[in-house]
């Protein structure tokens, strides 16, 4: 076995980029809704072996190592994020006829730029890499520092970090409230690839010390994980959660010929089965419908506002996703203009059919709700997936919400709830989480799920639970351990009633953020840099 890993690590060219794309696809496998966490093992252990073989090629110099640790970077990221968001293309055929043409920009196109910062996480490792175990520690960091990178650069898009790989293992998951989805990057990195060290190139002595640390650090996450686990979760008093999960295909729900149709499916979701023994609202006191619920101006029209009213009875108040106007004066040389600015939003209803507030959606979807660089990829034929009177405006920040009944609400629309550490607003700790989102883009594919798992992911990171609602997708309420406490499962239209977990007293990492981690970072490459130095003088 060990003669077979040493000539893997002789591949060179085409073979080597296929194997490495190759074993980042497999590597998808360990992503929602699969959760096969141990499989990272095959693409972290080949990723140590091809450095090994970048790193101590002896027919080049450094320069030429760092670019060939690239490649190989990069070609393992482009298979793991082809195999693990191959879904995206379903948004295209929404609307095919506009946006057919464009199918191989999402499949492919975006999973190419993605691996780029895995190009640079290997480029930053083979600048580091050394055949002592302390290389283990060298793939985690630098791949940790690049996957949060790939998390805030450009508006950021954390979407199937390698930690996620964690994220269904409960008592592992815990881990999370220290360090966050970026913590748990770095630990399953260093976990899955430990074990390359019992078969590769490293001296005999020294094989054993990084599978046992693996094994040291996986059975502390667990017990601790397991401990925290055993708290109780508590509910809170005088709130009764009515959560709506309908199937309206993306391509009917911003017509205006279906209005009506919407609104009444929304209702009767709502109110249930009229002919019950008992009447599904009973104590009700909040109603959740998922994001951009109507394909009008909720605002403007005053008939679906007192249907609204008619559905509450003055036992409720509603929570909805919306589409929210405000019209703007700006003083110009030729005189006041009137301008009128959109927003994605979620607005609250009361029992009178009036709107109590509203907050908007602060991180916009790049292509969905806006255009990036618009003037000139408008000239390619490109336009934005969501239709709207205009492009969306970016709401000011986070909020927290003090609704009758229920203070402390932060809305999270859409994938809004996949940034780690960036889900509640500075300095105003809510007490819920409520994510509003539409995933009839994806149909019925692993996206969904995937969005689910990052968004259960951050009520562990917080200590805080959320409420989700989310059209054509898995809605739930879950409790700040990420426990389940009652779920819509996908492709089901129906709706459930639940109370509202506590939250907990801030977590680590809801207090520090990201500092633990990007110490970790910090240590993890002054340790391999210190061994590459000492290792370097010694064979001087």
Known sequence: MRELVLSFAKVRGWPLYGLAFLSGAIGALALAPFD????????????????????????????????????VGWWQGFGYFTAGLWWLGNAFLVDADQFAWALPLG???????????????FALAGLLWTLHPVRIITL??????????????????????????LASILPLAQTAALVGLPGLTLIVVGLAAAPATLIGS????????????AVLVLAGMAIGGSLRLDQPTIMRDHVLLRVIQPIIPQDDKFSMANAKTIMQTY??????????????????????????????????EP????????????????????VREERRISETPQGPVGQRHFYNSAQVIGADGSILDSADKVHLVPFGEYLPFSDLLSQWGLRRFVTAPGSFSTGQSLRRLDLPGLAGVTFLICYEAIFPGAVTPPDQRPSVLVNLTS??????????????????????????PMVRSANAGISAVIDPFGQIIKALPLGQENALTAPLPQALPPTLFARTGFIPVLLLIALGLLASLRIK????LFRQ
């Not at 009700?284 to 605002?299: D, K, R, Y």
């Not at 969904?448 to 200590?463: D, K, M, N, S, V």
């Not at 130095?533 to 370097?536: D, M, Q, T």
Request: hydrophobic residues 50%.
């Open 36 to 71: 096969y966490a141990p499989i990272l093992i095959i693409p972290m252990s080949c990723a140590v072996w091809m450095l090994d073989g970048c790193a101590y090629s002896p027919d080049s110099g450094w320069r030429k190592r760092i670019r060939a640790a690239a490649l």
């Open 107 to 121: 499949v492919l196109g975006l999973p190419a730029l993605l691996a780029l910062f895995n190009a640079c996480g």
């Open 140 to 165: 985690a960091t630098a791949l940790a520092l690049s996957e949060l990178l790939r998390g805030v650069v450009m508006t950021g898009f954390p979407w199937n970090a390698y930690g996620m790989a």
């Open 202 to 213: 490293t001296t005999t002595g020294h094989r054993l010390i990084a599978p046992g640390m």
């Open 267 to 300: 209702i009767d979701l709502t109110l249930g089965d009229r002919h019950a023994a008992s009447d599904p609202m009973d104590g009700v006191t909040h109603v959740i419908w998922p994001e951009s619920a109507f394909p009008f101006i909720l605002g403007r």
């Open 303 to 322: 008939v679906a506002l007192q249907m609204i009213a008619d559905m509450l009875k003055h036992k409720a108040i509603l929570i909805t996703g919306a």
């Open 439 to 464: 995933d009839a883009w994806f149909g019925f594919s692993p996206g969904p799920h995937q969005h689910f798992a990052q968004a259960r992911l951050r009520t562990i990171e917080e200590g805080l």
């Open 533 to 536: 130095r000492n290792l370097s």
